[in-house]
């Protein structure tokens, strides 16, 4: 009865829309209502890994914008998703994601990952959010659910963030310095150009901090803080006969001497002087050539991508209390990544295919130095991957109706140095979709695809100390539907969506005998459901002002989070998923006006509860003990004003924000709170 009630719920709001926009379109002129279709034309490229308008994507997509990332508080792209309704995991020095429930709540790497990150279009060897700064990116797109056809293995989603392109006679810079609570200090600049065919792009952000104290009690988390967080980014080409493009990708990203207090704990008694010490690295490369036929009729891309992530981490005990702690240990791990990609598209009149062949090569190696007696433990895994796929798209009735369908193979290599097996599989994934537009505003959609992660080869193959081998370990996969539509009317823009996903053959860990650990599949699935919908409204220009003040909301409500396993992973809810809130959601007030040179943004976030497992009660190694954990709001308050206008020679501002206004005690992983109540001021300068 309870599905029931939540279809009957989803059609209700589906013909509420169509309501409205029965009205609107009585009201207005259908050339008119075109040119107000705002989301709906904005160009995306994730979704087909081709340039397309947001009107001919059949499954749920979120777009942030360079004008929100300018105004957002957040500092890194973890911090971004975050204040827009996403759940992340940001544990001290380390941020993954979630998507609709799925995702890693420990960092481990690209391989595993349910949530793939891309740098346009190509992956860059870590899934760690807080990599990206935001500098010099022009927007992030957002697949919410698999886009296993175009990018691989991924069950939950896809991240892609674009960087700003030179564009031909506009030149740009941007330059911004600032500091805050708890010691911050960063700088950022970006510069874009382009002339006699050269463009370039090329953004820097530095920034270090203090150790800050936690919301509620002010008391001060010790080693919380980090000496350098430093990146940048370059992205130049040469644009040659108007329809080739020679292209080279520059990203660096590193955080030196990271801090954080062993396992996050803050329970003073068992652990008061554990902490671990972090110098983290990423950077790769990608060279590139894009062309494409006078007539455009047939177009290409080809890519080569190369780069390393390097991880440093040293281990502080309390081995001979109350002396100062001893190294305990030393982690070492190298990520190298070799991909190739080769695509050409078809598209004319009604049809357009795109097809192409990726090449993945991870080679991992890992080092672990145990003292207290020395031991030394290290691993080296290697895993290529072969995929080729093929996207269709079928436009009919005047392109108001697209049909999509498409499917991916692909063929997996597995092996490791501490074991002389090896590991061949491949896997098909297909995708198929449809949307329909009811009117040059209004468009309905719907979804269906599949996704998957292969076994890396520490799962598959173990390794010579904790792990055994488990070579008969299927691919996870995970199937998705979802059914949804957007009204981009006038001054409204509105989404609705919903979603069911099965998640098949989980891959997770548990003891054997003799006190080792191995990877297996969970025999039955688990399923997640719910849905998603976004509302924003422009009251200034409702009311023909020449201001814009934007009430805004988004939610995601998980109606099903189903563990069907007969184990129960939560002992106290035995059929439901832990780590999954029932609602996550953001909403707020923005504010622009382009006449006085000011803007502002009002933002509150909302994560629910969820079962999270307790880590202080793991000391004793009790992991059956879960605790209802979440449940709070964030507010910030960011300010941007115009200083003063050049005219032809640029414009200073300044920026202020105010995080965690109320001083909320939160956390998004148990045991590793956020900062409390702090503030940030910048000035700033663009031309």
């Known amino acids: 009865m309870t599905g029931d009630r939540y279809k009957l719920l989803f059609i209700f709001l589906a013909i509420s829309i169509l309501v409205l926009a029965q009205t609107a379109w009585a009201q207005q002129d259908g050339d008119t209502l075109l040119a107000q279709s705002g989301s709906l034309s904005t160009l995306v490229v994730t979704a087909s890994s081709i340039e397309e308008e947001a009107r001919e994507v059949t499954s749920n997509i979120t777009v942030i914008t360079a004008e929100e990332i300018a105004m957002s ?29 799925i995702g890693a709540s420990s960092m481990t790497n690209e391989m595993e990952t349910p949530v793939v990150i891309l740098l346009n279009g190509h992956r ?93 009690n002010g008391e001060k988390w010790l080693r919380t803080d980090y000496d350098n967080k430093l990146g940048f980014d370059l992205d130049a080409g040469y644009t040659f006969l108007d329809n080739h493009r020679l292209g080279v990708n520059f990203f660096y990203s590193k955080i030196d001497n990271s801090r954080l207090p062993g396992g996050g704990f803050l329970d003073t008694v068992t652990y008061p002087d554990n902490f671990g010490i972090y110098n983290n690295y990423l950077y790769n490369t990608t060279l590139s050539y894009i062309g494409s036929t006078n007539d455009k009729v047939f177009s290409w891309l080809a890519e080569y991508t190369f780069g390393k992530n390097l991880n440093k981490g040293d281990f502080y005990v309390d081995s001979y209390a109350p002396y100062y702690p001893d190294i305990n240990s030393s982690y070492h791990s190298k990520m190298k990544l070799n991909e190739a990609k080769f695509q050409i598209t078809f598209n004319k009149e009604i049809i357009s295919l795109t097809s192409g062949i990726d090449y993945i090569q991870y080679n991992y190696e890992t080092k672990t ?65 449809v949307a329909l537009m009811v009117t040059d505003f209004l468009k309905l959609r719907a979804n269906y695809s599949e996704g998957f992660i292969t076994p890396s080869p520490t799962q598959l193959l173990g390794d010579n100390n904790w792990y055994i081998s488990n070579l ?43 006190g080792s650990y191995q990877f297996y599949n969970l025999d039955k699935k688990s399923t997640l459901a719910g849905l998603e919908a976004g509302l ?116 200073f501002y300044a920026k202020a924000e105010l995080n965690n206004i109320f001083d909320e005690d939160y956390a998004y992983v148990m045991d590793y709170p956020m900062p409390g109540r702090n503030f940030y001021l910048a000035l700033g300068y663009e031309y």
Do not use: C
Not at 83 to 89: A, C, E, S
């Open 73 to 101: 508080p957040a500092q890194d792209l973890a911090g971004l998703l975050a204040k827009h309704g996403f759940q992340t995991y940001q544990n001290g020095g380390s941020s993954s994601l979630y998507i609709r429930g």
């Open 536 to 651: 924003k409204f422009d009251i200034g220009r409702m009311l023909d002002q020449n201001f814009a003040i934007s009430p805004y909301g988004n939610i995601t409500w998980i109606t099903t989070r189903k563990h069907r396993e007969d184990v129960a992973l939560v002992p106290q809810a035995p059929h439901t998923l832990p780590d999954v809130p029932r609602i996550m959601a953001n909403y707020g007030l923005e504010f622009d006006h382009p006449g006085i040179g000011l803007s502002a943004l009002l933002n509150l976030n909302y994560i629910g509860q969820s079962y999270t497992q307790n880590r202080i009660y793991m000391v004793p190694h009790n992991r059956t003990r879960f605790l209802e954990f979440g449940g709070f709001t964030v507010v910030d308050l960011s300010v941007k004003t115009r200083l003063w206008d050049t005219g032809d020679k640029g414009k």
């Open 369 to 433: 130095i145990y003292y207290q007696p020395t031991i030394h433990d290290s691993q080296n895994y290697r895993i290529k991957d072969i995929g080729v796929y093929l996207l269709g798209k079928l436009k009919l009735l005047d392109e108001r109706l697209i049909f999509s369908l498409g499917g991916r193979y692909d063929s997996f290599d597995s092996s490791s140095d501490t074991n002389t097996a090896t590991r061949t599989a491949n896997n098909f994934a297909p995708s198929s979709g």
């Open 124 to 216: 860059i060897g870590s899934p760690d959010l807080s990599f990206h700064l935001l500098g010099n990116v022009e927007r992030i797109e957002v697949i919410r659910g698999p886009a296993a056809i175009q990018y691989g293995t991924s069950v939950a989603g896809v991240v892609n963030i674009i960087t700003k392109k030179g564009q031909k006679g506009l030149f740009t810079t941007t330059l911004q310095a600032g500091v805050g609570s708890f010691g911050l200090i960063d700088q950022s600049f970006a510069f874009t150009g382009e002339t006699n065919g050269f463009d370039f792009s090329f953004g820097a952000y530095h920034a270090k901090r203090d150790e800050y104290k936690i919301g509620g």
């Open 472 to 514: 008969d370990l299927k691919n996870e996969k995970s199937k998705n539907f979802e059914i949804g539509a957007d009204l981009a009317w006038n001054y409204i823009d509105v989404n609705f969506t919903y979603f069911h996903t099965d998640r098949i053959n989980r891959i997770v860990s548990g003891p054997v005998a003799g």
